[in-house]
C-alpha cells in the first residue's frame, strides 16, 4: 500500500482551512455588517403619538406621528442609530411639540419592528426617508439623526429640497472607511474587500455610493454636526471630514468626555440644538410654505 507523505497531507490541510477561512470569514464579516440585531421596542407611545405605518422603498417602518401642542411651525424627523429604534426618539418628542414641532420617528429598515432584509447605510434608508416625508404633512422639516440616522439624513437632505436644517450627531464620512476601522484588525485586505463585494450583493446596493462626506458638498441648508471627543467607535474626524465637505452654513461641536452613542446626553448639547432649531426655522417664514408637502419635492 503506498502511503500519502505526512506532509502533503499537512499540506493540503492548511490549504483546506485557508480556503475555508477566505470563504466563511468574509461571508460572516458581510452578515454583520447588512443585519444588526434588532432591539424590541421597550418604551410607551408617548402622549400625543399615533401608531403609524409608513411606506418605504418596498418596506413598511413601524413608527409614530407626533402633532404640534399650539401653533405648528414644520416637522422634525428623528433619525435612530444601528441596532435601536424609534424608542430613544421619546426625549425629542417631549422637547419639540410643545416647540410647535410635529415629531416624527419610525425604525429604520432591517431594525426594530420595520420590514426589511438588511440595513444599507443611507443607499436605500435614503429613499425611505424621502418616502416618509412624502407622507408627513405640509411644512419645513429639520432632519435629527445620530449614527447612521446621521448619515441618512446628510444623504437625503443633499437632494430634497423640504429640509431645512440637519442636526448629525455622531456621522460617520463614508461607509468604506469606518466599516474598514471597525474591522478585526487580524483580516488582510483581500478578506475586507471580498466581504465587501457580498455585502454589496446581498444587500443590492453599493458601498461606495454611501458617503455623508460626499452629500455634504451638494448641500447648502444649515448643518450641526455633533460628535464625542473620546469616540472610538467612529472618531471625530469623521464629523470634522463632513464639515470640510459641506457648502452651506455649518458649525461642529464636539462634547468633551463623550463616547459614541453619549454625545447627545449633556443637557449643554440640547440646548445648543434647542438654538440652532429655532434659528433655522426664522430663516423659513410661514406664509412661504407650499400647500401640501408634495411641492416641496419640485424644488
Not at 416618509?132 to 446628510?154: C, M
Amino acid at each position: 500500500m503506498v502511503r500519502t507523505p505526512f506532509v502533503i497531507v499537512a499540506f493540503a490541510g492548511v490549504v483546506a482551512v485557508y480556503l475555508a477561512a477566505t470563504t466563511v470569514i468574509p461571508t460572516i464579516a458581510a452578515g454583520a455588517l447588512l443585519h444588526p440585531a434588532r432591539r424590541p421596542l421597550d418604551r410607551e407611545r408617548p402622549a400625543n403619538c399615533a401608531d403609524v405605518v409608513f411606506a418605504g422603498e418596498d418596506v413598511t417602518l413601524n413608527g409614530w406621528q407626533c402633532n404640534a401642542a399650539g401653533q405648528r411651525r414644520g416637522t422634525l424627523v428623528f433619525l435612530h442609530g444601528v441596532g435601536d429604534n424609534r424608542g430613544s426618539a421619546a426625549g425629542a418628542v417631549d422637547r419639540f411639540l410643545s416647540r410647535g414641532l410635529d415629531v416624527v420617528a419610525y425604525d429604520s429598515r432591517a431594525q426594530g419592528e420595520s420590514t426589511g432584509e438588511a440595513c444599507t447605510y443611507g443607499y436605500w434608508e435614503k429613499r425611505d426617508l424621502k418616502r416618509v416625508l412624502y407622507q408627513a404633512r405640509a411644512g419645513p422639516v429639520v432632519l435629527l439623526g445620530t449614527s447612521l440616522g446621521a448619515a441618512v439624513a446628510l444623504q437625503e437632505a443633499a437632494d430634497d429640497g423640504r429640509v431645512i436644517g440637519v442636526v448629525a450627531a455622531e456621522v460617520f464620512s463614508d461607509l468604506q472607511t469606518v466599516a474598514r476601522e471597525r474591522a478585526p484588525r487580524f483580516l488582510p485586505e483581500s478578506m475586507i474587500q471580498r466581504a465587501f463585494s457580498i455585502a454589496e450583493a446581498r444587500g443590492h446596493f453599493s458601498m461606495d455610493e454611501v458617503s455623508p462626506a460626499e452629500a455634504a458638498r451638494r448641500i447648502r441648508i444649515p448643518v450641526l454636526l455633533i460628535h464625542g471627543a473620546e469616540d472610538i467607535d467612529t472618531p471625530p474626524d469623521h464629523s470634522r471630514r463632513v464639515l470640510a465637505a459641506l457648502a452651506g452654513p455649518k458649525e461642529l461641536l464636539i462634547v468633551q468626555g463623550a463616547r459614541h452613542n453619549e454625545s447627545l446626553r449633556p443637557s449643554d448639547t440640547w440646548r445648543r440644538i434647542d438654538r440652532w432649531v429655532e434659528t433655522v426655522l426664522a430663516r423659513v417664514p410661514r406664509a412661504s410654505w407650499p400647500a401640501d408637502s408634495r411641492s416641496f419635492f419640485d424644488n
